[in-house]
């Protein structure tokens, strides 16, 4: 799942998705979709 930081806020989820395709397709925006940071895998 995608997650971002906003203030003191995490949004994340469907509500992420949504609004990253929202900016990245009205506004152009170029916002990747990235993991929440606790799925993340290090590199061996």
Not at 6 to 34: C, H, Q, R, S
Not at 37 to 43: L, V
């Amino acid at each position: 799942m995608p997650a971002y930081q906003y203030g003191d806020y995490i949004i994340w989820g469907l509500t992420a998705y949504m609004l990253v395709e929202l900016l990245n397709i009205g506004f152009d925006a170029g916002i990747p979709m990235k993991p929440r940071p606790e799925h993340q895998q290090t590199p061996a």
